[in-house]
Nanobody
Framework: QVQLVESGGGLVQPGGSLRLSCAAS????????MAWYRQAPGKERELVAR???????NYADSVKGRFAISGDNARKTVVLQMNSLKPEDTAVYYC???????????????????WGQGTQVTISS
């Protein structure tokens, strides 16, 4: 059974920093991409940052220049460094992993998606 365990959320003042970490365990297969999403009250879940297995990254416009994502496929971990935090960054942050797993001896594989349980990030003075 695959589990994603997040850590690092909390309460911080505007302008501060937080570092979110996510560690995957279990038979997760070959990782295609890892990402962080967030969902604020009354809003839809949105992509914050994504890193591919090849190291390519992309960010939501609202966090460019402030957040940095890094992933380690071998260790099955992904980190989101968040700087210059703003009140509008307040949300529940979710770790996401997209992977491919072999399902039979012929090598057939299927794509899987996994989500963490979420960690609260609150930016307030």
């Amino acid at each position: 059974q695959v589990q994603l365990v997040e850590s690092g959320g909390g309460l911080v003042q505007p302008g501060g920093s937080l570092r979110l970490s996510c560690a995957a365990s279990g038979r997760i297969g070959s990782i295609n991409a890892m990402a962080w999403y967030r969902q604020a009250p009354g809003k839809e879940r949105e992509l914050v940052a994504r890193v591919s297995s090849g190291g390519m990254t992309n960010y939501a416009d609202s966090v460019k220049g402030r957040f940095a994502i890094s992933g380690d496929n071998a260790r099955k971990t992904v980190v989101l460094q968040m700087n210059s935090l703003k009140p509008e960054d307040t949300a529940v942050y979710y770790c996401y992993v997209n992977s491919r797993i072999v399902v039979n001896v012929e090598g057939a594989s299927v794509e899987r998606e996994y989500w963490g349980q979420g960690t609260q990030v609150t930016i307030s003075s």
